[in-house]
């Protein structure tokens, strides 16, 4: 039996290749992320190891805002330490040496003016202090000597040649108190590897950080290195019995193991966002390997019959079938492994590059073993309803004549799909109108499955539909439509593959439209300002919003800061600005209480947050600051716009205890009477012009950055559905491909009674048409149905307020629909012409 | 049973022994009454030492409005014949004209849309598209050609096979006789010029068979069509107006108004294998 099977595959050999191209693709997707994410996790590992590689103990503050913040994945954000603390550590037993170091922002400006790297979107740029105890630093100089005064820095050799500068050149920096100018005097090396993980480093002397890095007299972090034959435990005991005020003392080895542990979460969420493009494709996948062997087995009814007939049973057939699944499956998961692990190498060079570190490529005994379980997995279990299918084959079926026709798609399935759909329409529709985004959770997933379930009958309706428009084209066109509508299961789960494509790609659409949208409203409605200054680096420093206030068309500005405090026992992301100043220029929805008078100690929260922990206007609110100081503010204003105001807003003064950075996120400008916003920009650009990562933009300019950066977003996640969309083609390839070959006799007797070839063509092209439309217009409708609700059910407290149908995007999803569906039918159209009619006449 | 009307002898001449010799030579278009002509055909399959010839220099013509039968075991070349006569095959040598047009001139385009306009086709089986309903099957070529059937006809051919209350079924909802009936509806509906029938009764039991060539014989006699119909059941050729003999590629014999038994003897005084292969067939 099993030599049957391996005949039958080498016999088969073109129509497997595409269902193994099916399993090859997820199985690569599936390898790539996988080893990708290792060798990275690996890279971090051998990083964090360095950084506390000769560090006995880590003194930090307690301070620290935790919670489900953006800024989580960096792990919490602390507080800082007086700098005296070093002095009384040195003094503690056990201590060979101390370094207090700080960290923060800097940038350099490579030599033709544009900032190096950009922190919003790739590896941190950072600034520190140059540590002078040389066995505690991860640092070491390559080139040139350590800093020793104020004008001097080093930084790292893979950034100061990307930069392009060299040894006593003037570096420019910004720099979160402004733009400064220094001589570096001297290259390092991270660890083992030239840089940290493709982050850029300028290291200064200590109190040149503190006042660059605006930290003045304070520390970030103490290294402290122990004597010989004192333990770590030791030295970190020796140091707790000191009592310093709001500090934390750990041991190197627990300091760098949490580094890796926040690391290491925030690779498990780059993890799990390829993994499930992963999980679509093999999905995916799933349906064409299932409809490609469903078919194979129908046109081999008679061969599994015969082999009924002279005595197999039902089981042996079972198993030839299922065996033929796996050997497919273990080729396509080898093959699929190996480009995996080609892509994921090609993709961590160019993640890694100017960084030697993490140079080899992991390929972990999970990866092996998990992308043979997943790629034979699918492929057998694709396989096994259509294998008890041919097991059931009665031998007389030996006897009959012609392949089987299976116009049924069963009462039962019917039923329990509509149950899904009408499931999937009640959850959408309560989504919307109870404001519940939990309950898209349970549509959306609702909806695909209804309609992967639910498309016999909806591939039938589509086709009904087609046939009544391609009537008047005539006869071929009329074979087309017949010929979807023959199998209408068939044709239902080769477009249930596109079907899914389209779906997420339209919700997506909608979703990032609506975002878009959004913004443009919140700006219309919300910016009564001329124009908004933004930056790709850490933000404006407030000396450059000092100059930006003082420039005479500037009537006024409101300069925002974002930071992080624990008001009413949460980490909580609050905004400061001067209130009468935000009030005026920026719209916050204000629904009771008065924004604009916030005296110290008062601020203003946003309705969602209100609700959730009860909060009225008077309410008094303990809040704890990154300086350890713990005031007690109280609510005078509730609004309901965040996007610029996030969950609380109050003036500087009020949250000086935890706005650590001296910069501003975002800018509002007014201009004076008689100056338009195009003119202020311009004026604008030039006095912001030394810091390249400011961005001066008009009201309308900002709006179309917005939609751009969401364009560039969209441009990732289509990307990575595109490989969905592939399989998807290579399925109507396949079914097209089986379909003719089924039915050759057929096309035989087209032919012989005067169908041309070009007729034939068509015919073939609108049954692949029809199959593409089918997927995606039922996508369409899906994804859109599911995309509003998500938007619809975030109600009118949260940022997403607008509400847009993208047409365009749709069109265009549609248009490739058809696309695809032409070029999926070019090469079984060629075949099917090819034909000899009288060949194909005498043919079984 | 029988409606044959004595006829003119047929326009060929044969002596016994395969040489052919035609009366009237082409060309043929010299001869309005001739539907088709093969001259001096020749069809050779492979190459080489292994190449078969499936005809050897084989020249005939058929009538208009005549039915014809061609017999032989298999084998014998007739269908090869046939399908070159139709333009489903092409020959190695020689030529096949119908109505004026030289086939080998011909490329396969132009060869489609002469099966599509002016032939008409019965198959022995899988003669119809299982997607379309009886009707549509009918209207086929001509709506493949983008027209219209001309509705009287439509309903005369209907008629005449007998499948009024049948038209809106698929061919699988249709006995093997009723599927041959509409073959045959759709072959005459474009009134083409010669119909060609390959073994049409060979797949139906006697009662259908029977049937189904006495719609031929209307089709012939009340139509005006011409058929030539390969077979190697000596009952089917009785329905013919001719019955002509091929064996080994080359033609044999040639009779006017044959009868079952005047077949049979035939075939037997021919070729005793060609019988005893129709008796195989039959047994």
Known sequence: MFRTTLANLSRRKLRLLATSLAVLLGVMFTAGTLVL?????????????????????????????????????????????????????????????????VQGYTQIVKRNGKALGNPNQGPPTMGSSWSMQRTLSPYRLVAGHAPTSANEIVTDLSSAKDAGYRIGDQVPLLTPTGRITRTLVGLTKFGSAGAAGGSTMVQFTLPEAQRVLSKRGQLDEIWVGAKPGVTETQVVASIQALHLEHTEVLTGLAASQQAKKAATSFLSFFTVFLLVFAIIALLVGAFIIANTFSILVAQRTRELALLRAIGATTRQVLASVVT?????????????????????????????????????????????????????????????????????????????????????????????????????????????????????????????????????????????????????????????????????????????????????????????????????????????????????????????????????????????????????????????????????????????????????GDIAVSATLATAQHWAIGTKVPAAMLDGSHPTLTVRAIYRSRLVAQEVFGSPETFKGSLVVPSAMIAFVAAKPGVSGSALAASLDKVVRNNPTAKVQTNAQYKRSAASQMDSFLKIVYAMLLLAVIIAFIGIVNTLGLSILERVRELGLLRAVGMTRSQLRVTVRIEALLIALTGTVIGLVLGTAIGSALIKSFGPNQALTGFAIPWGRLVTVLVAGVVVGLAASLLPARRAARLDPLDALASE | ??????????????????????????????????????????????????????????????????????MGASGSGKSTLMHCLAGLDRLTDGRIIIGGTDLSTLDDRALTLLRRDRIGFVFQAFNLVPTLTAKENIELPVALAGSKVDPAWFDEVVTMVDLRDRLAHRPSELSGGQQQRVAIARALASKPELIFADEPTGNLDSASGTTVLEFLRHAVDHMGQTIVMVTHDPAAASWADRAVFLSDGGIVGDIADPTAASVLERMQALDPRMAAGHERTRG
Not at chain 1, 46 to 66: E, G, I, M, P, W
Not at chain 1, 557 to 569: D, E, F, K, L, N
């Open chain 1, 37 to 101: 994410t290792d060798s990275l996790s690996a890279t971090f590992d051998s990083l964090f190891s360095d950084v506390y590689a000769h560090t006995s103990a880590v003194v930090r503050s307690n301070q620290k805002v935790n919670g489900d913040l953006r800024l989580a994945a960096a792990g919490p954000t602390r507080g800082t330490m007086p700098d005296d603390l070093v002095a009384q550590i040195a003094k503690a037993p056990g201590v060979r040496a101390v370094s207090g170091n």
């Open chain 1, 324 to 600: 033929e699944a796996a050997v497919v499956g273990v080729i396509a998961s080898t093959v699929g492994l190996a480009l995996g692990y080609f892509v994921a190498s090609m993709l961590q060079s160019i993640l890694m590059k100017g960084s030697s570190l993490g140079s080899g490529t992991t390929l972990s005994v999970r990866t092996v073993v998990g992308s043979y379980a997943i790629g034979i997995g699918i492929t057998v279990l694709s396989a096994v309803f259509p294998a008890r299918r041919a097991a059931r084959v009665p031998p007389v079926a030996a006897m009959r004549d012609s392949a089987v026709e299976d116009h049924s798609h069963g009462v039962a399935r019917t039923i329990i799909g509509a149950v899904f759909l009408v499931i999937a329409a009640a959850a959408l529709v309560g989504a919307a109108t109870t404001k519940s985004a939990a309950l898209v959770g349970l549509g959306a997933p609702a909806g695909l499955i209804g309609a992967v379930v639910f498309g016999p009958v909806l591939a039938q309706v589509m086709a009904r539909i087609t046939r009544v428009l391609v009537r008047r084209t005539g006869m071929p066109g009329h074979l087309g439509v017949e010929n979807v509508l023959r199998n209408p299961r068939r044709t239902a789960s080769t477009a249930s593959a596109l079907m899914i494509g389209a779906t997420l790609v339209c919700a997506i659409s909608v979703f990032a439209s609506s975002a878009v949208a959004s913004i443009n409203k919140l700006v219309d409605t919300g910016f009564h300002g001329d124009v908004v200054v933004t930056s790709t680096g850490n933000g404006i420093p407030l000396a450059d919003v000092a100059r930006i206030e003082t420039s005479p068309e500037v009537a006024s500005i409101a300069a925002v800061r974002y930071g992080a405090a624990m008001i009413g026992g949460q980490g909580t992301l609050f905004s400061a600005s001067d209130p009468a100043a935000l009030s005026h220029l920026v719209d916050l929805k204000v629904e009771s209480g008065d924004v604009a008078h916030l005296g110290p």
């Open chain 2, 1 to 70: 049973m029988r409606h044959a009307v004595t006829r003119g002898r047929a326009a060929i001449v044969c002596e016994p022994k395969g040489a052919i010799v035609s009366t009237s030579a082409p060309p043929p278009s010299a001869n309005d009454r001739v539907a088709a002509s093969a001259v001096h055909a020749t069809k050779w399959y492979g190459h080489g030492d292994t190449a078969v010839a499936a005809l050897k220099d084989v020249s005939v013509s058929f009538d208009s409005g005549r039915f014809a039968a061609v």
